[in-house]
Each structure stands twice: as C-alpha cells, then as structure tokens.
C-alpha cells in the first residue's frame, strides 16, 4: 500500500512506516519533519498509527516513557484502571473513580539528574534518551542545552563530579543547579566560577562546603516552597498543585482545624493548610528542609505552623507524651513507605489520615496494618504526576 494523502489524513503504507521508524532511530530530527505535517491523523490502513506521533522519537530505545506508546486517550484509561484495582483491593466503593491529571504528557518534568562521564562531559543515565527529552520542562530543556554545551567546550572540567541535578526557574527566575563530587574530591572552584557565569547559574552549590542555597516554587497558587537544592521537589508543578489543593479540600471539608504533617519536607502540603487557617506542626528528617519551610512560612506571615527536625516516630511519641493530638495527620513518606511505627503515628490523629504515595505497594502494606489499628478506608484519589509512564500517585483517605 501506497503513502498518500487524503481529507482523512495521512495514509502510511508498510514502506514508508519502516523508513519513519529507521530515520527516528538515526535521527531525532526527523520528528520535525513528521511535526510539520502533524495537523493530518497518521493511519496504517485504517488504524490509528500512534507510535509515529508519540512525543519522542526514541521512546522505545530509551524505555523511560512507555506510555507514550498509547494514546493520551488510552494511557488515561489505564491508570484508571490501575486507580480502580486498588481501590477494589481496599474494598472502597467509589461511584465517581477519578484520575487527576493535566492531561499534558510532555513539557512536564522540573528537574533531572545526570553524570559526568569519564571526558568530563555531561550526559544521561540513560545513554539511549533523546538530548531534546520531550517531558522535561521548555525553559529546563533550554538550560540542559548550555550545560551541555559548556561541558563540551570545557573537556575535563567537571572531571571531580561524579553526578549533578540541574532545576528549572523557579518564582524568581532562579535556576538550580547542584553537583556532587566523586569520592576523594572535594574542591574544583575555579571550573565552579566558569560554569556558573557562563550559564547564569545564579544558585549553585555542591555536596561539600556551603550551606545549600534555595528555591521559591509555587505550590497552589496562594502559598510557596523555599527548596534546598539537594531535596525532595515534586517533579510535576501543575499536578502537585491538584494534590496539595486536594489534600487541603479534603481536611476542610471533614472539619478538621489542626494537623501534624509527618515527612513534610519544605512543607508541599503544611503550607498550603496553614494558609488555609488550620493550625499544625511539620516534622522532617532533614535539618535544611525544615529550616526552609520555617523561612517559607515566615516569609508568607503563616504564623500557625511551624517546623522540625526529627524522626516522623520519635515525634509522635513526643507529642504523644505531652498529650497533643491533632484533627488530621498527614504522612508522606519515602517510596519504602513506613513499615515500623504506625502505631505510634495513627493515635496521633483524633479524625482522619491522609496518606500519600508513590509506591501503592508499599500503601497496600501500609493501609493494611492501619487496619489492624481500627482505621478504615474513606477514600481513594489517583494522580498522574508521571504522564507517559507507568508510576502512579495515589492519596488515600482513612477514618476511624
């Protein structure tokens, strides 16, 4: 069969699918040459040839994005029914199941680690993903470029580090960027200075000496985040913006006027229920984090939250001794999930659980020794913060 082109789109014969195919691997460019003719459907026969418009040429080599192999249609489809599995696993009955997405799968990603090679170049992980990586972020993407480019031109002077992340602009137009040295190495400040003024790097900082600058990313609209470089920052701005807004909904509608926010981080969700006129307490792991979301807090005039470092279980057990409950308790952790303290955590809360995560293993797991503790499943709320993957964000609601 013939290529041609008709009122119904663009017909691809057999021949010209394996030529597209070919070049896409030999070339990433030539996705330009198909996106100027993109405003045509692509049909092989009489079906829908989607591969030829996935948003990167090279998914199937670098297998970061295996969703991209569907429609947007269908990857939706999907997840939902992964959504609706688990909450048939926790025996929930949701007469409205919703994904929350924002139904863009590329132009997504704010920040994206990568290593310095051998040459002293910088370059992915992944030696098979596109240079023009289609779920990072325009302005991200831009900044990717110069440091790539200035690593080329520099051959050896980021030799001492093993690995960096570089971050998107935040509120203030700040870039972020922090490098990590290989064992053994502790100091390149000279190829720091070059770096940092040929590519306006404006916040920099490595895992030695100063302490980390940060940055000021938004959250819901109302509240912000100050961000050390070397911690946790949800990837996805506009969908994290629907979990956090979620998650403040939720607390209100229940009722609830307190909180302790377990595993806050800078404070993604204890911000935003500041704001929102509840009054709690944030506990993280890491000192830096902690003393940011007190700077955020500060800055935003949230004089109803405050913020420390600590264990998410010692905590609770020092609460717990002083008898401070609080209305919602807010858990958030690692993609291991808790495992060991739950008891400790959940008789901290006198209404409502809202746990998040990455992993709905390690929730199942979670959820099922909760239940053991007397608290039950409410509800159950899906988030595509990873478009064209397979990872999903999950939020549930539990109640005694």
């Known amino acids: 069969m013939a290529s041609h082109l008709s009122k119904a789109g663009l017909i691809l014969g057999p021949t010209s699918i394996t030529w597209l195919r070919i ?30 418009y996935a948003p990167c040429p090279v998914m199937e080599l670098c297998g970061g994005c ?24 926790l025996q929930v009955s949701m007469s409205n199941s919703e994904l929350i997405s924002n139904r ?31 779920v990072l972020l325009p302005a991200l993407r831009t900044y990717l470029d110069e440091l790539r480019d200035w690593s080329k031109r520099h051959s050896g002077a980021l030799s001492p580090f093993a690995h960096l992340e570089a971050r998107a602009p935040d509120l203030d137009c700040v870039r972020g960027l922090y490098l990590s040295y290989k064992p053994g190495i502790a100091s390149a400040r000279e ?11 404006q916040s920099l900082a490595t895992n030695v000496g100063s302490p980390v600058p940060t940055q000021r990313h938004g959250i819901d609209g109302r509240t912000h985040q100050r961000v050390p470089l070397d911690a946790f920052l949800q990837i996805n701005p506009d969908v994290n913006r629907r979990l956090t807004e979620y998650v403040v909904t939720g607390a209100l509608q229940r009722g609830c006027s307190s909180f302790a926010d377990l595993y806050c981080g800078s404070g993604n969700f204890a911000l935003p229920l500041a704001a929102a006129g509840l009054r709690g307490h944030g506990v993280e792991f890491v000192a830096s984090c902690a003393a940011a979301a007190n700077w955020a807090a500060h800055e935003q005039q949230l004089v109803s939250v405050q913020f420390s470092q600590g264990d998410a279980v010692a905590s609770s057990r020092t609460w717990l001794s002083m008898n401070c409950l609080f209305d919602l308790v807010v858990i958030d952790p690692p993609r291991a999930g808790v495992r060991l303290g739950l008891d400790v955590i959940s008789t901290l809360a006198r209404q409502c659980i809202a746990y998040c995560s990455c992993n709905p293993q390690t929730l199942l797991r979670d959820i099922a020794t909760l239940r053991q503790l007397g608290w039950q499943v409410a509800e159950v709320r899906g988030f595509d913060m990873f478009p064209g993957t397979r990872h999903l964000e999950v939020v549930a609601w539990l109640t005694r």
Do not use: W
């Not at 310095?116 to 596109?130: H, L, M």
């Open 23 to 52: 070049a896409f691997q030999k070339n990433p460019a030539v996705l330009g040459a198909l996106t100027a003719i993109g405003r045509y459907p692509c049909y092989f026969g009489h079906e829908p040839l989607m591969n030829l």
């Open 66 to 89: 295996p969703h991209f192999a569907l429609t947007e249609a269908d990857e939706y489809a999907a997840k939902l029914d992964r959504l609706e599995q688990l909450q048939g696993t």
């Open 104 to 134: 863009h799968r590329t132009d997504y990603r704010n920040r994206i680690r990568l290593r310095v090679d051998a040459a002293g170049q910088i370059v992915f992980f992944n030696s098979e993903k596109s240079s023009d990586c289609a």
């Open 191 to 201: 190829s720091l200075r070059a770096l940092a003024h040929a590519v306006d790097a």
